[in-house]
C-alpha cells in the first residue's frame, strides 16, 4: 500500500539519479551550501587590520619598520612598548625573527619577535604583516605559531613585541 506521496518521491528520486550521479549531485549539495556560508568565512578581514598606511616611526602604527614580521596585537596599544610587554604578562622565551629596513638610516636589522603571555588577547592595534614570513616547516620564521608554550601561564597570548637585535649583516 504505497502513498501517492511515496510514488511521487520515487520517480523523482530515480529521474534525478539517471540524470545526476551521486559525485555530481554532493558537488552541487556543497557549491550550495558554501556558496551560502561564504560572507560568514572572514576573507575580507585580513586586509581590513593589516592597513601599513602610516608612520613607519609610529610604533603604535602598523607601518612601523620594525613590524615587517609581525603578526598579533602590538604591545605599544595594550600598555607595553616595541620592545617590553605590558605589566601582568611575561615575554615567551620562544621567538621568531625577522630582518626589516629602518627608513630612517636604510639598515636592515634583525628583529626578535616576542610574544606576551599572561593575560587573554589584547584586541587592539592587530598588526599582521607576513613580509620574510616561512612555512612552519621552519618554525623559527614562522609567526603564525602560539608561541607562549614556554611560560609559566602557558597558552593565554596577550600581545607582541618587535626587539631588536641588532645589524643584519
Do not use: H
Not at 523523482?12 to 558554501?34: E, M, N, Q, T, Y
Not at 581590513?48 to 620594525?66: L, V
Not at 614556554?150 to 593565554?156: D, E, F, M
Request: aromatic residues 8%; contains cysteine; proline residues 6%.
Amino acid at each position: 500500500m504505497i502513498s501517492r506521496v511515496d510514488r511521487l518521491a520515487e520517480r523523482v528520486a530515480r529521474g534525478v539519479a539517471r540524470k545526476l550521479s551521486r559525485r555530481g549531485l554532493v558537488a552541487r549539495i556543497g557549491a550550495l551550501f558554501g556558496a551560502s556560508a561564504m560572507p560568514l568565512l572572514p576573507v575580507s578581514r585580513a586586509n581590513a587590520m593589516t592597513s601599513k598606511s602610516g608612520d613607519a616611526s609610529d610604533p603604535t602604527s602598523c607601518s612601523y619598520w620594525r613590524y615587517c614580521g609581525i603578526d598579533g596585537f602590538l604591545c605599544t596599544c595594550c600598555g607595553g612598548s616595541a620592545s617590553s610587554c605590558p605589566p601582568g604578562t611575561e615575554p615567551s622565551p620562544i621567538t621568531w625573527v625577522g630582518t626589516c629596513r629602518n627608513p630612517e638610516d636604510g639598515l636592515n636589522y634583525v628583529i626578535s619577535y616576542n610574544d606576551c603571555c599572561g593575560k587573554s588577547a589584547c584586541g587592539r592595534c592587530e598588526c599582521y604583516r607576513n613580509e620574510g614570513d616561512t612555512p612552519v616547516y621552519q618554525p623559527q620564521q614562522a609567526n603564525d605559531l602560539d608561541w607562549c608554550l614556554g611560560t609559566r601561564s602557558g597558552v593565554a597570548y596577550n600581545c607582541s613585541t618587535a626587539v631588536v637585535l641588532g645589524v643584519a649583516e
